[in-house]
């Protein structure tokens, strides 16, 4: 079955430390996407990918970094820059960027 | 810049009420529109898109959403809630990024609870 994993379901992080989301896709879509939910705000855009080792800054990069080495992963690191990370991660791809499929997110708490 | 509107944060019907989820947009030119829906600690599932052609669109799981572009509307409507539609809807529009591609914004999303 075609679709988008993300791993792992549940990360905790100490202060300082720097962690890694990972999101593969076997669609075979050229364009994904990172998002940050929060409640009450909806998803914002953290950064995006339309191509392989291309990829752009969202409206909230900031302490947040990624990679696109292949077409069908795009691992998401929340740097310890990042001042508030505690959030639900969804990662998403597309074959145009407009209808995006979502994997089941990570949910990342820090102690 | 373009953005989306949920005006109720919760909504509460009765199983086997009709329902109606309202969304307002703002786009410069002619949005893809787009309804997804969320159970908790799940991800996003997509519900019906509107891309051009005809206004009243059908989904998945009984759903539709009419687009109105006098009013900006997106609203999504179902004859007859069932339990299982209690979740966490988002309206999303879609448009260009600088670049290249295309960009989806959502709203808050609408909190829906059934009552038995």
């Known amino acids: 079955d075609g679709g988008i994993t993300q791993s792992p379901k549940y990360l905790f992080r100490k202060e300082g430390q720097n962690v890694t989301l990972s999101c593969e896709q076997n669609l075979n879509h050229d364009a994904m996407y990172w998002y940050r939910q929060d409640p009450g705000q909806g998803l914002r855009l953290i950064y995006y990918?339309?191509?392989?080792?291309?990829?752009q800054k969202g409206d909230i990069a900031e302490g947040y970094s990624v990679s696109r080495e292949k077409k069908e992963s795009f691992p998401l690191t929340v740097t310890s820059a990042q001042k508030n990370p505690t959030a639900f991660y969804l990662c998403a791809s597309s074959e145009t960027g407009l209808e995006q499929f979502f994997g089941p997110g990570t949910r990342l708490t820090v102690l | 810049a373009q953005s989306v509107t949920q005006p109720d944060i919760h909504i509460t019907v009765s199983e086997g009420a009709s329902l109606e989820l309202r969304c307002n947009y703002s786009?410069?030119?002619?949005?893809?529109l787009f309804w997804y829906v969320q159970s908790p600690g799940q991800g996003l599932q997509l519900l019906l898109k509107y891309f051009s052609g005809d206004t009243l669109v059908q989904g998945i799981k009984g759903f539709e959403a009419e687009f109105k572009r006098s009013q900006s509307s997106f609203n999504l409507r179902k004859p007859s809630v069932h339990w299982s539609d209690a979740a966490e809807y988002f309206c999303a529009v879609g448009g260009g990024l600088t670049g290249g591609g295309n960009k989806l914004t959502f709203g808050t999303g609408t909190q829906l609870k059934v009552e038995l």
């Open positions: 786009y410069g030119a002619t949005p893809y």
């Open positions: 990918s339309q191509i392989v080792n291309d990829f």
